[in-house]
């Protein structure tokens, strides 16, 4: 399904900043970004300091602060090298952000940032020295929060937010594409623009639940056209989590309409199998308006070589987590190219993505696909 544009919410396209892949606005505002591990997470180039410092950052509508690892002697990515830089200035203040699953801390401190050809200078960040074990493994140097600054940390504008001040970009927008791994195609932030060869089709406008984190209100998600309704969901668009996490009852009530599913706690809390060999479609709902899900994005492959039970892509959340929050990530995001506006009182776009009109070479399935 291809929604309609919601001309309410002003979604006009011929208003909107729309340039094709071969634009130099494209080219000047556009960090390329680089699939990790089969889509667990996406990273693109940053520079910091002056002389600039080239690092992998992951750009997060799920959280709102900016932050490299720095003076990090646990940490094996690359680093931000502060004595290097001519202009960098550090606060006597903390750094501190915690995650769903761990933190980071060090301290406040400023430098030159830059994006492609957009910079800002005296840019506040975090100076990285200590992160959880659960990260240590990430290949990134930090994190471009992408959120709106009213729930940083630092209580600072986001990279983002200081260019629209600046009036830097021509739009007070971002665009996401996210190509799945299999798909040979590429994956990009587009800061104030939105590139026309990632989608197809009309772009459906949806407002914001809050603006703190990318908020929708999800009202559905079903199976073969059979509703599963959690109705008050506020769900957060984030492009910086892997999959779907919903609460406990809505994942068990979805489940529920899959033949053979079953509850899957060996794997973790939260997890299910069901059937390899399920016809499914799946759809799930903002604003009663409904989007596929991709079934090779939702099935997370065997749970054994010979097994004919799959891990799927919808995960419950802990009962002591607030039973009316989702959490979508790139299993949603990889079908749908995504345009968040600071504009008309804030909202997301969705659109079909081209991503799976380049196919590359297929990855078996096998061990390893989960296990």
Not at 32 to 56: F, H, I, K, W
Not at 97 to 121: H, K, R
Request: hydrophobic residues 40%.
């Amino acid at each position: 399904m291809t929604p309609m544009v919601d001309d309410s919410q002003g979604g006009i396209e011929s208003q909107l900043p729309l340039y094709p892949s071969s634009s130099g606005v494209v080219e000047h505002q556009t960090m390329e970004l680089t699939d990790y591990s089969r889509d667990v997470l996406y990273s693109g180039p940053v520079a910091a300091g002056n002389p600039p410092q080239s690092l992998s950052l992951i750009p997060d509508t799920g959280s709102a602060d900016l932050w490299f690892l720095s003076g990090c002697t646990a940490c094996h990515s690359k680093q931000f090298f502060s004595a290097a830089s001519i202009t960098y200035g550090q606060t006597m203040s903390e750094f501190y952000v915690s995650y769903g699953d761990g933190y980071v801390s060090g301290v406040l401190a400023q430098d030159t940032v830059s994006v492609a050809a957009l910079a800002i200078e005296h840019q506040y960040f975090g100076a990285v020295d200590q992160i959880a074990s659960s990260f240590s493994s990430y290949p990134s140097s930090g994190v471009l929060g992408l959120g709106f600054g009213a729930i940083s940390q630092t209580k600072t504008n986001t990279f983002f937010e200081n260019l629209v001040r600046a009036q830097k970009v021509p739009s007070p927008l971002f665009s996401i594409a996210l190509a799945p791994s299999t798909s040979g195609g590429h994956s990009e932030l587009c800061l104030g623009c939105i590139n026309e060869d990632k989608f197809t089709g009309d772009i459906a406008w949806l407002p914001l639940q809050s603006k703190t984190w990318w908020t929708l209100g999800m009202t559905g998600l079903a199976v073969n056209t059979v509703g599963v309704v959690p109705v008050g969901l506020v769900a957060a668009i984030d492009s910086g989590t892997s999959q779907i996490y919903v609460p406990m009852s809505a994942a068990t009530a979805f489940y529920n309409q899959i033949p053979g599913s079953k509850s899957a706690p060996q794997y973790g809390e939260g997890f299910w199998t069901f059937p390899c060999n399920s016809r499914l479609n799946l759809t799930i709902s903002f604003d009663a308006v409904p989007f596929d899900i991709d079934l090779s994005d939702f099935n997370l492959g065997k749970t054994t070589q010979s097994s004919t039970d799959c891990v799927g892509g919808v995960f419950g959340f802990p009962e002591e987590l607030p039973s009316n929050f989702a959490v979508i990530g790139a299993g949603f995001l990889k079908s749908w190219y995504a345009i968040f506006d600071y504009s008309q009182n804030g909202r997301i776009g969705f659109a079909k993505s081209t991503a799976r009109d380049i196919q590359g070479a297929p990855i078996p399935a096998g061990p390893g696909q989960f296990s």
